[in-house]
């Protein structure tokens, strides 16, 4: 299964928000082009979807790290705002959990 479907799957299954924090993911495959409006540039994603600065990107992440020997498979991939999958990095999913907990990301 390529990215974009994983992407669209997991989306789905996840209703949108960050599997961690929770939070609302927008759905963008990527900067596809620039364009320029009154001299103010704008980023569209491939589906031609205007991407601004208040846009939340959904990232793939690993529940077990790659580097821990964790798969590619659908049932180890998540999606995750860029602060908790830049936050995670190859922490565990207990240590990640306690993480989000002591900065009150998560209950």
């Known amino acids: 299964m390529n990215k974009i479907l994983i992407k669209k799957e997991l989306f789905k299954k996840q209703n949108g928000k960050c599997y961690w924090c929770r939070c609302k993911l927008k759905l963008t495959f990527g900067v596809w082009s620039i364009r320029y409006n009154n001299g103010k540039k704008i980023a569209l ?11 939340n ?51």
């Open 45 to 55: 994603d491939k589906l031609g979807n205007i991407i601004n600065s208040n846009y």
């Open 57 to 107: 990107p959904p990232h793939l992440d690993h529940l077990i790290p790659k580097s821990q020997e964790g798969s590619d498979s659908l049932e180890n991939l998540v999606l995750t705002c860029g602060w908790c999958n830049s936050s995670k990095g190859i922490k565990s999913v207990e240590e990640f959990t306690k993480y989000l907990k002591k900065f009150g990301k998560i209950k």
